[in-house]
């Protein structure tokens, strides 16, 4: 199975500053099958990013995604109070469909 | 907007059987795939198994053997079986979509999710 590790684990930022979130792949992921999550305590994941750069329905433009073949990332470019919260990377390029250990953006 | 609700039994002992149904509204159902995702706690997210509206399935081989996914279309649900739990299996379990058929083709997207529902397994 294809294991995605993220980093950093815990990324300490401020408001109004720039996240940048990795996530490297042991296989390279057929056609950027990737997604990108956002949890928060007690809530189910919400998809923020699909297909790698792909953004949901409804997810601020701040929010973007990018990488191909084993390194994909996940850029806020301005913090609000409200996106610290733990991310996890999926893939779906091939079964089983496998996540991330996730990071957790916190603040400063 | 497509909605998910959840439910089956939470406490279960060793040994017993794990069974979710979970309840799909304002969508077409049969335009989409469907998954099961556990989070055990304090954990990340792990892949159960998917199927579709014909049933046709598609399990994590780390589970296969104790696990079954159906479907029932007349009610627009589908339901999860792990048998023989153990405390291994305590977890958040979440119903979701998986893929949709959208312009002629079949795509992936995770995009709509169940509330969870917290399944402890323990003597």
């Known amino acids: 199975e294809i294991v995605l590790t993220q980093s950093p684990a815990t990324l300490s930022l401020s408001p109004g500053e720039r996240a940048t979130l990795s996530c490297g792949a042991s296989?390279?992921?057929?056609?950027?099958?990737l997604a990108w999550y956002q949890q928060k305590p007690g809530l189910a994941p919400r998809l923020l990013i699909y297909d790698a750069s792909s953004r949901a329905t409804g997810i601020p433009d701040r929010f973007s995604g990018s990488g191909s073949g084993t390194d994909f990332t996940l850029t806020i470019s301005r913090l609000e109070p409200e996106d610290f919260a733990v991310y996890y990377c999926?893939?779906?390029?091939?079964?089983?469909?496998?996540f991330g250990q996730g990071t957790k953006l916190e603040i400063k | 907007q497509v909605q998910l609700q959840h439910w089956g039994a939470g406490l279960l002992n060793p040994s017993e059987t794990l069974s979710l149904t979970c309840e799909v509204s304002?969508?077409?159902?049969?335009?989409?795939?469907w998954t099961w995702i556990r989070q055990p706690p304090g954990k990340g997210l792990e892949w159960i198994g998917e199927i579709n509206h014909s049933g046709a399935t598609n399990y994590n081989p780390s589970l296969k053997s104790r696990v079954t996914i159906s479907v029932d279309t007349s009610k627009n649900q589908f339901s999860l079986k792990l048998t023989s739990v153990t405390a291994a299996d305590t977890a958040v379990y979440y119903c979701?979509?998986?893929?949709?058929?959208?312009?002629?083709?079949?795509?992936?997207?995770?995009?709509?999710w169940g509330q969870g529902t917290q399944v402890t397994v323990s003597s």
């Open positions: 296989q390279s992921i057929s056609s950027s099958y």
């Open positions: 979701a979509s998986a893929r949709r058929y959208t312009d002629g083709e079949w795509n992936y997207f995770f995009g709509y």
């Open positions: 304002g969508g077409s159902f049969s335009a989409y795939y």
């Open positions: 999926q893939q779906y390029g091939r079964s089983p469909y496998t």
